[in-house]
Structures are given as C-alpha cells and as structure tokens.
C-alpha cells in the first residue's frame, strides 16, 4: 500500500502562484509515477499533470506553460508549481500514485487540498 499526503493549498489572486507538494509512505519501492489531478463539484475528475518514473511528463492542455510537476524520487515526493493562475483553477487537488505490473495497475489517491483562486 501507498499513503499519499498533500500540502501547499491556499487562497490566491488570480496571476498568482501556488506550490503544492504530496509526500508518499509506505510501499514507495513500487510506485511507477506520480500526478496531480483536481475535481470540482458536479464534474469528473481530471488530470493535471504526471511524471513517470523515467522522467516523462503529461500535461492538460490547459496546465501547459503554466503549471511545472517535478518530483524528487529519493524524498518521495512529488510538486506541483501552478503560476498565472486563473479562477478556473479553482478545484480540489487530487494527488495520485500508481503501480504497474504485468496484468494489473493500482491507483493510489491523497484526501485532496483545496485550491482556491480569487479573481
């Protein structure tokens, strides 16, 4: 098993910026990458952004040029740096962990952090 924590959520103006970060625990070894994803209600949730472990990145079109992931696999962590940001960034922020094998993926999830952005 995975544990997942975020951290960095807050209140901001809109063009402003946002840090978040997200910790993982336990079975870490196993962990083939790491993403953030967000929700807001009534709708489905949605990537942001991933990093596998050999360093590709995937962004939503509407995170390119503006949100950077990294992660720091020796501390298990991975961030999210969101700048210019926009009041339909507004959204809870999912962190997410997952593991490939031969015949299955698991998915592991945060409890989420509120990002809020005042426009």
């Known amino acids: 098993q995975v544990q997942l924590v975020e951290s960095g959520g807050g209140l901001v103006q809109a063009g402003g910026s946002l840090r978040l970060s997200c910790a993982a625990s336990g079975s870490t070894f196993s962990i083939s990458g790491m993403g953030w994803y967000r929700q807001t209600p009534g709708k489905q949730r949605e990537l942001v952004a991933t990093?596998?472990?050999?360093?590709?990145?995937n962004y939503a079109d509407s995170a390119k040029g503006r949100f950077a992931i990294s992660r720091d696999s020796a501390k298990n962590t991975v961030n999210l740096q969101m700048n210019s940001l926009k009041s339909e960034d507004t959204a809870v922020y999912y962190c997410?962990?997952?593991?490939?094998?031969?015949?299955?993926?698991?998915?592991?999830w945060g409890q989420g952090t509120q990002v809020t952005v005042s426009s």
């Open positions: 990093i596998s472990n050999d360093g590709t990145t």
């Open positions: 997410n962990a997952w593991r490939i094998g031969q015949f299955y993926r698991n998915n592991y």
